[in-house]
Each structure stands twice: as structure tokens, then as C-alpha cells.
């Protein structure tokens, strides 16, 4: 489902216009009239060189599929699907572990908590008496703030910055968001953080188009009528079943309805209006599993030495997160840079895949530079 049957297109002064057809972005470059690019997340677009023949705009929708742990976002005209994507949220990594994923939001918050806890304890001085020991004052009850988690907040922001990107190449007019439910209050407290966070999500979102609630029960008709299809065994699996066809669907609403009618020999409900599914570049979005610059690592080496641990300097002239290439025995790999080795034997550079998987370790004398670190690792 990568084939592309429209094209964002921005005017000389860099303003959106209507996507076109590749047939036509093929004859302005090679006519000397647009130049090709590719935005940050992955997208293909062409910027004109001259002055276009005209500056209308049509609906273009953006449809919100949002789940736990990924989300499916989807651009949709009347007449054509222009991009979608799969966005693994960095807040709640899927893992088989029974513990935290030390590389999502909630697993780093956790072990910097520990590790709190532990130089904490070992400034206190346990022979004295207690009222003398260095205890710090008690917090009484200043931790009731109206903020997001930040494994929430985290997943709203990749969502935001895919539609912040897309906006600059797109006209958008309206984002179509699925209510995720759990808007009521619990046991005299507040609503649930998830539900903080999607009221968070689209007061930002409000300031790139209008904001259009969809209800999660309406969805399953929508695709149905669609003729698209849902994967409901596998959240994880990267495919536009999962989450993007959802999204397809929530943006259709804009253009169909499943309305009423009442003549004098019958009455029921019927489809009104068109809207039509093409093929349509499909991008995994992920983010690095990046570790912040740490005092040192947990355990000690030989010596009683205290390695050094996160941080996204190498002495290489490349950071983590850097997308290269690698040309190895007429082969061409491409990852990004998550790390690296500097000993008196060994000099390498890892790279990995957008799953954060690596590929291997590589001589920095044979990697190239292609784009600076975005925070984003992008798959189409």
C-alpha cells in the first residue's frame, strides 16, 4: 500500500496548496517547474518554482485512531487518501516483560525514581536519633497538580508533531478525533489521565485546524461501508488493518453519512455523499530509545570504576539518533546511530533499525551522514 496517488504541493512562498497527481509532479520537474522533497516525517512533497494557476483549497480531513500504545492517523480528500501513518507511542512500549520497559516513559520514570531513592538513603546518617537524621520536610498534600503524566503527555506530543508537520505541506481543515471514553468521575475524584490527555491533545491540535469529536461507536460502520478491514488480534503489527483504516474511516465521516429518510411507501436509513479509499503511502513513525545523560551506570567494572551511561554525544562527529548509510560488500544499510564503542582496540558506531533492533557495528570511517536527528525514526 505504498503506491502514491497524490502528492502535497506548496506555492513559491511556501504556502500548502491541493495535492497533485505524481503523472503531473513528473512533468514539473522535469519541465524545471517544482523541486522534489521529503519532510521530517517522511513524506514526499514538491515545492513550485513559479507561480501556480490558482490558490483554491478543498476539505482535506485528518482522521485520529488513538490506542494505548499506538496510534493511527490518516490525511483524506473527498477523492483520494493521500498519506497515512502507524505512530508507535514512546510512553507504553509493547513488551512480553512482566516488569516496565526500561526504554519507555513510564519504565525511565521508574528506575529515576529508584535510583532517587537510593542517593537519598545514603546521605542519611543512621547512628543519630531520628529527629536528627537528614530527612527532608514533609510534601503534605502539594502533589494534587492539574498536569499530564509525562507517558501521556509524551504519547499527545508525537501525535502533534506528525500533524504539525503534515500542516506545513498540507491544507488541512478539520481533524476528526475519536472519543476514547472515560470522561466521568471516580470515586469523587478526577476523570482518568487518559482522558486528560485527549482533552489536552486537542486544545493543541485546535490551533492547527478545527477540532471534530467522533464517536468510538460510529467507527465500526464507517469502515464497514468503507470495504476496508481491521485487525483486532494484533495491535502491534504495522500494517494499516490495525490503526490507519480506523483513521481512514473517522475522516470519512466528513464527506458520508449514514442518514435517515422517510418517503410515503418506506423509511429507513441510507449512505449519502462519496468519499474514496486510494492507495496511499502507509509510515511507521517511531522514536529512538534514547537514554538521557546519566551519572553513571548502576554496577561497577573492574577497578571499582563507574562507567559512563546515556547522553547523545559520540567523539565520531555523529549523536544518536543521526540517520547514515552504510555501503558494506555492494550492499546499502541505512539506520540510525544509537551508540557507539571508543577503546584502545575497537572504534565502531551501532546502528538500528526504526524498531530499534541493530543492524550491526560499523567502522565510522565507512558510515555517511544522510539527516541530523529529528527524534523520530521513520519507515515507509
Not at 519541465?31 to 513524506?43: H, L, M, P, W, Y
Not at 537519598?120 to 498536569?147: A, C, D, T, W
Not at 582496540?345 to 539527516?371: A, C, E, M
Request: with cysteine; hydrophobic share 35%; charged share 25%.
Amino acid at each position: 500500500m505504498n503506491q502514491v496517488t497524490r502528492v502535497p504541493v506548496l506555492s513559491l512562498n511556501g504556502n500548502p496548496l491541493m495535492p497533485t497527481t505524481p503523472a503531473r509532479v513528473k512533468k514539473w520537474i522535469k519541465a524545471g517547474k517544482a523541486v522534489g522533497k521529503r519532510n521530517k516525517v517522511g513524506v514526499f512533497y514538491v515545492q513550485l518554482l513559479c507561480e501556480p494557476s490558482g490558490y483554491e483549497t478543498q476539505e482535506i480531513v485528518v482522521g485520529t485512531d488513538r490506542g494505548k500504545a499506538f496510534t493511527g492517523i490518516a490525511f483524506q480528500t473527498k477523492l483520494a487518501t493521500i498519506a497515512l501513518f502507524h505512530a508507535c507511542l514512546p510512553g507504553f512500549y509493547k513488551s512480553k516483560k512482566i516488569s516496565k520497559d526500561r526504554q519507555s516513559v513510564t519504565g525511565k520514570m521508574a528506575k529515576r525514581a529508584e535510583l532517587r531513592h537510593i542517593r537519598r538513603g545514603q546521605r542519611i546518617n543512621r547512628k543519630v536519633p531520628f529527629n536528627l537524621r537528614n530527612h527532608r520536610q514533609k510534601r503534605f498534600s502539594n502533589r494534587r497538580q492539574n498536569k499530564l503524566p509525562p507517558s501521556v503527555r509524551a504519547n499527545r506530543e508525537m501525535e502533534l508533531r506528525i500533524l504539525t508537520e503534515m500542516s506545513k505541506i498540507l491544507p488541512l481543515t478539520e481533524i476528526r478525533d475519536e472519543s476514547c471514553g472515560g470522561n466521568y468521575k471516580k470515586n469523587g475524584f478526577g476523570i482518568s489521565p487518559v482522558t486528560v490527555g485527549q482533552e489536552w491533545f486537542r486544545l493543541q491540535a485546535s490551533k492547527i485546524a478545527v477540532v471534530v469529536e467522533i464517536d468510538s461507536l460510529d467507527t465500526g460502520k464507517y469502515r464497514d461501508h468503507l470495504g476496508l478491514v481491521k485487525n483486532k488480534k494484533d495491535k502491534s503489527e504495522q500494517s494499516a488493518e490495525t490503526h490507519a483504516n480506523d483513521a481512514i474511516a473517522l475522516a470519512s465521516t466528513a464527506f458520508i453519512e449514514y442518514k435517515k429518510f422517510h418517503t410515503a411507501s418506506s423509511h429507513g436509513h441510507h449512505w449519502i455523499g462519496e468519499c474514496k479509499v486510494t492507495k496511499a503511502p502507509f509510515i511507521v513513525v517511531t522514536r529512538p530509545k534514547l537514554f538521557r545523560r546519566k551519572l553513571h551506570q548502576e554496577n561497577y567494572l573492574k577497578g571499582g570504576v563507574l562507567k559512563r551511561q546515556g547522553g547523545t554525544i559520540t567523539p565520531f562527529c555523529f549523536r544518536s539518533g543521526d540517520y547514515v548509510q552504510i555501503q558494506k560488500k555492494g550492499e546499502v544499510i541505512r539506520g540510525w546511530v544509537g551508540g557507539f564503542t571508543n577503546s584502545g582496540k575497537t572504534k565502531n558506531i551501532s546502528v538500528y533499525d526504526h524498531n530499534w533492533l541493530r543492524t550491526g557495528q560499523f567502522n565510522p570511517h565507512s558510515v555517511k551522514l544522510i539527516q541530523r536527528s529529528s527524534r523520530l525514526c521513520v519507515a515507509i
